[in-house]
């Protein structure tokens, strides 16, 4: 273990270290506007028209769940 310490030692005994250092996250590179245009595929009708329905049920639960917990709230402050 000593030598461990001491490998430790010659290695930042003549060397500083920067209090400010960071690990750096490589991001991968962003596809450009124009080539996101291209990918695109459009949808057609029937699929936008089931995801709309999925879309206002889903508003409709969460309102739902809103008001509830609402009324929970008012309840439980009296």
Known sequence: MSK???DFEKR???A???AGWA???VRPKVASAASI???TAHKDLETLQCE???LGESIKNIASKQLRLSNLAK???E
């Open 4 to 6: 461990f310490y001491d």
């Open 12 to 14: 930042f005994d003549n």
């Open 16 to 18: 500083w270290f920067s």
């Open 23 to 25: 690990d750096v996250e």
């Open 37 to 39: 245009a291209q990918e």
């Open 52 to 54: 709309l329905e999925a």
């Open 75 to 77: 309840f439980y402050n």
